[in-house]
Nanobody, 124 residues
Framework: VQLQASGGGLVQAGGSLRLSCAASGRTLRSYAMGWFRQAPGKEREFVAAINWNGALIYYADSVKGRFTIFRDNAKETVYLQMNSLKPEDTAVYYC??????????????????WGQGTQVTVSS
């Protein structure tokens, strides 16, 4: 499956953004999906994950209560709603797909398809 992430941009602290990850090539509905981010000089880190039907969701502690992951399988799209953004949320955000859709995964090793990344910059 090919993934296309979009929706990044520049926002002030406290603001909101919604990222989208659209799939093509294969249907998204059998895949577990995840969002990761990578700041300059740092390793890629887990943000949020969702299983194939949205029944199982997991968040990194750093974003819990502020970010929401959800999916619309009819639109072949997964979203990351980001509220109350902080400067430390600044990073390139990547969406990823795992062929094992029944659960959610927090490790990059569990994902076999990646989007190209979208830049999120939060100013103080």
């Amino acid at each position: 499956v090919q993934l296309q992430a979009s929706g990044g941009g520049l926002v002030q602290a406290g603001g909101s953004l919604r990222l989208s990850c659209a799939a093509s090539g294969r249907t998204l509905r059998s895949y577990a999906m995840g969002w990761f981010r990578q700041a300059p000089g740092k390793e890629r880190e887990f943000v949020a994950a969702i299983n194939w039907n949205g029944a199982l969701i997991y968040y990194a502690d750093s974003v819990k209560g502020r970010f929401t992951i959800f999916r619309d399988n009819a639109k072949e799209t997964v979203y990351l709603q980001m509220n109350s953004l902080k400067p430390e949320d600044t990073a390139v955000y990547y969406c990823a797909a795992s062929g094992s859709g029944s659960y959610y995964y927090t490790s990059t090793a569990e994902y076999n398809s990646w989007g190209q990344g979208t830049q999120v910059t939060v100013s103080s």
